[in-house]
């Protein structure tokens, strides 16, 4: 491919929908992630939980019309996604069960989940389907995408605002936007999402102030079990339309890194999400110019690695400025 | 507290262990026991027992599947009986299991595929002198160390001549760019997906792109990479960006992966080409969108060799102790040409692709090879 028509393919209007459908299941687990990490039990199964979710709104959607025989066909994907997110809230809630009541290690007992999924799931889908590979033979439905009206006549805007062939984005992607507004506005603007960073802050401050922290952990993990569970959905009924063994491919630890990246607040992991579909959508389009695939596969993590040191760089200097003015004022 | 402790991570323990052994067992698949009648089931004789180890899961929808169906029709016309044994996903039980599976299994004949398993063949096979195997698409280095104690006498590799198979693809894919079809634009751009730079996929991707030169000298060919055959959303996005830049037919040569190379295209409007099973037929009933946008499918018939090759032992002629090559004179490789390519195609081009296959055939074209 000649460098003009990349860089074409680069500068367009549908690069930016290719970032927002690459970052969608990044941006759902990362806003799940953020919840118990600030709540001081960090989720370490958003993968699990991902690709359990994905698993249960391919087959209870697909099995719709056999198990629901009185529902109109419109609610197959609501049913399924309905049982993607049950599971999801109930793996997170499961993880607090073992955490907070037996005591387990955090880190092993999301180990535990993301093993637990991975071959739960093709267990069950040769146990429903004949097949350990992939869902490709059952009929499983989508979740709509929702097109924005009349826009798609204006040139640049249209593809903006619904995507390279106008059917707009999925209804996931609009989701994935609004939770980073909503956990943000809970998180600094309401006395529960001040509680639950209190709870990770400090929990033993926390407690002396009368909140109890094993309710709000629960809460969060059941909360990062949600939130993972939609972007796990997103993957299998929204981006694609089967489920295939592993089909998560790290997402969910990506997910975990973005958290971090983002400094471990709502706008923040948005952005950090952002920057990583950025980086692998510039990888894909590049990739089609004859340079070797290693070194386009190096672009998201070397982007991201890159962003993470410029972060910390500035912040350093930022802190030593400011030490530097508090010596100045009180300097005699 | 202590004994809370120790019953939460006794449960961990036991949901691990249901866990890997949900996730890598080796789950025998029934076969059919029942010698039926056949050559190799006469009055008081022994059927042949063959098993077929599977370093993967069966249900790829292309590969093992393919091989699986052979060995199946090995059962169903010779009245074999045959065994699977599917290692599971995770390569370092590979080896541990093949070694299980030759001390346990009575067996005849074992058969064994992909480069993973080479090595490991390698230093089986001469510990069972008397026993045959089969590997398919990879030879064991019949010189090599390894091999040393018989020099693999026992070995029957299977080699696939996918380079043939593609340049039709290729050929097919450069005829089709240029014509005036719904989904297809004027440019001379066609692409391709693989899911690692390996020397099978890259065999692929030689014969392509020649066949697609050979067309039209002036076509440009995209040549990318997934990084991992488990990664559909990754092969969507591949497709997409290759769609974008004015290709409107890609090659997928990804295994799993591939599938969401399929989902681009029912997308976008464009064309795709399937692997090494006839993918469009596959996928057919639960995507009928998908199925239409699949132009045809380079298929490696892996369960023509291993019947054809099952067939020979009991004729007595197979050349055990070389690796085979099989082409498109073989039946180890060709086009798909079922109903949606015969609806789809021009006339002209079926005659072009039936040219480059008889030119093939009677060694007028040769095709380059990524294997040395």
Known sequence: MSLEVVLQSIF???????????????????????????????????????????????????????????????????LGALAGVLVGMAMGWLIAFFHLELKTDIILTGLAMNILASGATVFLMFSFTGDKGSTST???????????????????????????????????????????????????????????????????AAQSVGIDIRRVRYQALVASGFCAALGGLYLSMGYLSIFQANM????????????????????????????????????????????????????????TIAALIIYNIRRRARINAAARRFQEQTAP | ???????????????????????????????????????????????????????????????????????????????????TIEAGIDPTGWEAALIDAAANEEFDIMIVGTFQMVEYLERLAPQYPDKKFFLYDAPVNYEGEACAPNKCANVYSILYKQNEGSYL?????????????????????????????????????VGYEQGARDTNPDIQVIRQFA????????????????????????FQIAGGTGQGVFEAAAEDGRYAIGVDSDQALIIESANPEQAARILTSMMKNVDNSIYRGVKLHLEGTLPYGTAEALGIAEGGVGLARNKYYEAITPDEVKALVDEAERKILNGEIVVDTAFR
């Open chain 1, 12 to 78: 367009s209007a549908a690069f930016i929908a290719t970032v927002i459908r690459v970052a969608t299941p990044l941006i759902l687990p990362a806003m799940g992630g953020l919840l118990s990490d600030l709540g001081g039990v960090i989720n370490i199964a958003l993968e699990g939980i991902m690709l359990a979710a994905a698993f249960t709104g391919v087959i209870v959607s697909g099995f719709a019309p056999q198990w629901f025989p009185g529902a109109p066909a419109w609610s197959y994907p609501w």
């Open chain 2, 227 to 250: 990084g991992g055959w488990n990664d559909p959303a990754k092969g969507k996005e591949l497709a997409k960006a290759q769609y974008s830049q004015g290709a409107d037919i890609v």
């Open chain 2, 1 to 83: 507290m202590r004994r809370h402790w120790t019953i939460g991570f006794t449960l961990m323990m036991v949901i691990a262990l249901i866990a890997a052994a949900c996730a890598a067992p080796t789950a025998p698949a029934p076969a059919a026991p029942a010698p039926a009648a056949g050559e190799g089931a006469a009055a008081g004789e022994q059927p042949l027992r063959i098993v077929h180890f599977v370093n993967g899961v069966l249900g790829d929808k292309s590969f093992f599947d393919s091989a699986q169906r052979g060995v199946q029709r090995v059962a169903d016309e010779f009245g074999a009986q045959t065994k």
């Open chain 2, 169 to 205: 693809a290729g050929v097919y894919a450069a005829a089709m760019t240029t014509q005036d079809i719904e989904g297809m634009n004027p440019e001379a751009i066609i692409g391709s997906v693989g899911g690692q730079e390996i020397p099978v996929i890259l065999d692929f991707m």
């Open chain 1, 138 to 204: 059952l009929a499983s439905a989508r979740l709509p995408s929702l097109q924005i009206p009349f826009v798609n006549n204006v040139p640049v805007l249209g593809t903006l605002l619904n995507g390279e062939n106008g059917t707009g984005y999925n209804i996931m992607s609009y989701l994935a936007f609004a939770l980073v507004a909503v956990i943000w506005i809970f998180l600094y603007r309401t006395p529960a999402g001040a509680h639950l960073r209190a709870t990770g802050e400090m929990p033993d």
């Open chain 1, 248 to 303: 998560t491919a790290g997402r969910g630890f990506i997910a975990l890194a973005v958290i971090f990246l983002g400094n471990r607040n709502p706008i923040g992991a948005l952005i950090a999400a952002l920057i990583f579909g950025t980086a692998s959508a510039l990888g894909t389009r590049l990739g089609t110019m004859a340079i070797p695939p290693q070194f386009v596969e190096m672009i998201p993590p070397a982007v």
